[in-house]
């Protein structure tokens, strides 16, 4: 009995410093996200004005919130698909398949995810350069150099699809080694007795790979959510700040915009609190969508 | 086992007080280095000489001035230089410098705790919008006492100091009352730079009306040389203003400046949302997609490679270009927008900075001190060396070369345009100049119609002036 009360008082103790700092760090500013977002308040002053639900309402009628809800979800949606498929098929070919520098290629997959947001901004902004950017070059062989240069930051309808290819190039790297590290405790007797019924390799892919490692990608799907909603903030404050006339705004950098630059803080924490509860619920949606019964092997 | 037992407790003691002590910060008094901890008698020894230091007896009135200022394009040796000479007319008095290029990211913190400058030198239209912020907050202190101080070291009064005009604007009397917040500082006239050089190896005169720049824009373009370009849109607020004011004169200017009802869609009004439309349509094709803040200096560069030939900019521009490649035989011009109605003056904004005194300053009368002492001749002096020009008479006298030409552009007969956009309690979801501005991206690219972007400006406007006091 003692013995019992002191083990928990051991396990209080352990726990104690990371339960604290988690209510510090996590708890408490993500209550004072929720309570700020009632309140009409620039920032600095100690004029907080209690709205009520107003900074919501407001929300409601503002095109330029939906124009970046819009943005935002186009993001996910491309960002996830496509990097998804693409690292998908690099880890299955380079764990599956005998290929020459197989680590090399590794490296260079990955390289980009230790890359700062911002200096991958800076070799977009290089390759998207109209004059003499590396793509318009390299279409400009085949169309001709005559021909108006495509303006892959100054459209407004292509401009968020050059922020999608660069955020997929920054991704691939990681979730690839993630999908390389599961598929490599798929025990090699399955992948024999498959080839000795005669499955192909897609075959193979869908039947053996993908089923076995589906509870690693049901994880990287929530991670999807996440980082395309952080870092879309990150390459448009690098790339575009924005612009072409808030063609690029995606959710953070509106409510970074309204809470700093409009002295709006509220409104902006108005906006924190839908990003918080969009981004819980298509993570539980997906979560729920995607449940499979695990299998063993 | 029961040792291990020990040792894990002890472990997680230290931890836990590691912890504490992280988040403990600068609270705990007196901060000698951490004394090593098997030893509690080195500990004692070690804070004993602390309390030394503070004996020193003061003779005259000790005073501590928090200065906070920006790190602008004329470098943060000027600021250095000035609290220098301040403190040496200042007996007693020391100043606490804060300079920074992203000012607001330093000072913020602590302002959000309470602890605030004595005073900041920091302008208006920066994209944190501090300055803006505490201005809709109401949090700043009347200046109107400073004006009738008399500059310290000499015998006059700063109001008479400053140059006539600078005080009546809305970018120092942000709320339209006649009260001055802000105190004007570094004055740098906007207008079109262009490449003289190419004008002249061309034969090609400088335009003097908007009628003769698009017969240039059209000539140009028969040579693959576009007529403007600019470096972001952020630059039309300057642009927009001095049109403005060409247009309907300097009352109609301060009419749209304060919301007035339905002053966007006046006759004056749409003659400059059609220039902007008309002039966009000779705009450098390749501008909006380098248009943001990483690559502007590409727009910039046009100018110097001859590819465009006019681009809106304030006198900073020369300098921050020095160092680019340029083509042969280029040289920078400079000039004031050409009038917008017939036979009318041309305009050319006037841009400035400001210094402010944050109502919650600790030490105000020296702060309002310092703000006096910077229109002294010493201060201006100080400034005039790094370029930076204070809004004083007889200012002319320090200048040299290039500089003598860009503040003499008020000289051929331009008006001189100053002030922005009055103060309103924030407006959720509605900013003026990005509806102002940022739209001309879309004119260029041709995503939004003139008329479209004029009914914009004129709702956001409707929603502005309900939240002015």
Known sequence: MKKGKARSVFIGVCVAPAVILFIIFMLIPTFNVFKMSLYKWGGYSNTKEFVGLNNFKILMEDMNFFRSFQNTVLLIVCVTIVTMALSLIFAAILSREEIKGQNFYRIIFYIPNILSVVVISAIFSAIYDPNNGLLNSIIGIFRG??????????????????????????????????????????????????????????????????????????????????????????????????????????????MYKQAYTNSSYGYGMAIGVIVFLFSFGLSAVVNFVTKREPLEF | MKVKKVISTLLVTTMTAAMLAGCGGSGGGAEAPAPAADNAADETQAEAPAPADAEEAPEVEEQVLKVAAFEGGYGADMWSEVVAAFEASHPGVTVELTIDKKLEDVISPSMKAGDYPDVVHLATGREAALTETLTKENALLPLTDVLEMTVPGEDVKVKDKIIPGFLDTLATNPYGDGVTYYAPMFYSPCGLFYNAG?????????????????????????????????????????????????????????????????????????????????????????????????????????????????????????????????????????????????????????????MWIPAAAQNQDMAKEFVAYMYSDEAAQIFAKATAIQPITGVSDYLEGDNKMFYSIYDNGATAVMGGFAATAPVEGVNMLDTLCGTVNSIVSGDKTVAEWQAAVEEASDKLRAAME
Do not use: H
Not at chain 2, 285 to 299: L, P, Y
């Open chain 1, 145 to 254: 150099s005559d021909k108006t240069p495509i303006l892959w930051l100054g459209d407004q309808k292509l401009v968020i699809y050059s922020l999608v290819i660069a955020m997929i190039w920054q991704a691939i790297g990681y979730y690839m080694v993630m999908y390389m590290a599961s598929m490599a405790s798929v025990p090699e007797s399955l992948y024999e007795s498959a080839n000795l019924e005669g499955a192909g390799r897609i075959q193979q892919f869908f039947s053996i790979t993908l089923p076995l490692i589906w509870t690693n990608v049901r994880t990287t799907l929530t991670f999807f959510v996440i980082s395309s909603i952080n870092l879309s903030f990150l390459f448009v404050k690098a790339l575009t700040s924005g612009g072409p006339d808030g063609a690029t705004e995606v959710f953070l950098s509106y």
């Open chain 2, 198 to 354: 190419l004008l002249k190896e061309k034969g090609w005169d400088v335009p003097t009306t908007w009628t003769e720049m698009w017969e240039l824009g059209d000539t140009a373009a028969a040579e693959g040389i576009a007529l403007f370009t600019y470096p972001t849109t952020g630059y039309f607020d300057a642009f927009t203003y001095a049109a403005l004011a060409s247009a309907g004169g300097s009352e109609f200017f301060d009419s749209c400046m304060t919301y007035e009802d339905g002053i966007w869609e006046s006759a004056d009004a749409t003659k400059v949302f059609e220039l902007v439309g008309t002039l966009a349509g000779y705009t450098e094709a390749t501008t909006v997609a380098n248009a943001n803040n990483d690559n502007f200096t590409k727009n910039q560069q046009l100018i110097l490679d001859n590819k465009a030939i006019f681009c809106p900019n304030g006198t900073w521009l020369p300098g921050e270009m020095a160092e680019a490649p340029r083509a042969d035989g280029f040289e920078w011009g400079f000039m004031a927008l050409p009038a917008v109605n017939d036979g009318g003056a041309g305009c050319s904004f006037c841009w400035f900075e400001q």
